[in-house]
T-cell receptor, first 115, second 115 residues
């Protein structure tokens, strides 16, 4: 059974640019959550999608957005990149339908560097 | 505010030493509790979880954790660590928060085990 797949694995952008990250969940998982991981901060919750609907959103500015497609694949977009957006962006899928508080299965992440 | 607090950011132990990593959370409702581990170069994976029942839960690789409801704590323990336990450990709490269900993570504890 394939795990959670994230692309691209590494990318470098400059301030002001935008970036789109992609996530393919485990087959059959309909919940996809996104987290930002930075040293010393742990994982900060960005948002969660289920059946193409955003069910929950963290405390990030509107520059951070996402969407989910009918096949449960998800994308997140960050516009007008800032130096502080440099981080590892993690996608996690869950088999829970009613909530997304069960076990999360993580991808390897997309490491974004903003110069 | 809803939060997960891990007591130590860095821990250094010698092989065969005992390990205890503290985790406290601020939340009054029903929660699911987790410890995740991130080995160097690998993705986050579940170490153990507590949903209900026996508050002492056992996970993979000899790890265990005890849920103490009155203290809002879920500490991770291992009687004898090995060099291969070198990793970053994250405590996580899943529940219904403002805006919906989500899983919140602590800042992580980096464990280094000396051979």
């Amino acid at each position: 059974k394939a795990g959670v797949t994230q692309t691209p694995r590494y990318l470098i952008k400059t301030r002001g640019q935008q970036v789109t990250l992609s996530c393919s969940p485990i087959s059959g998982h309909r919940s996809v959550s996104w987290y930002q991981q930075t040293p010393g901060q742990g994982l900060q919750f960005l948002f969660e999608y289920f059946s193409e609907t955003q069910r929950n959103k963290g405390n990030f500015p509107g520059r951070f957005s996402g969407r989910q497609f009918s096949n449960s694949r998800s994308e997140m977009n960050v516009s007008t990149l800032e130096l502080g957006d440099s981080a590892l962006y993690l996608c996690a899928s869950s088999r829970d339908d009613s909530t997304n508080t069960g076990e999360l299965f993580f991808g390897e992440g997309s490491r974004l560097t903003v110069l | 505010a809803q939060s997960v607090s891990q007591h130590n950011h860095h821990v250094i132990l010698s092989e065969a030493a005992s390990l205890e990593l503290g985790c406290n959370y601020s939340y009054g409702g029903t929660v699911n509790l987790f410890w995740y581990v991130q080995y160097p170069g690998q993705h986050l994976q579940l170490l153990l979880k507590y949903f209900s029942g026996d508050p002492l839960v056992k996970g993979i690789k000899g790890f265990e954790a005890e849920f103490i409801k009155s203290k809002f704590s879920f500490n991770l323990r291992k009687p004898s660590v090995q060099w291969s336990d070198t990793a970053e450990y994250f405590c996580a709490v899943g529940g219904s928060y403002t805006g919906g269900f989500k899983t919140i993570f602590g800042a992580g504890t980096r464990l280094f085990v000396k051979a």
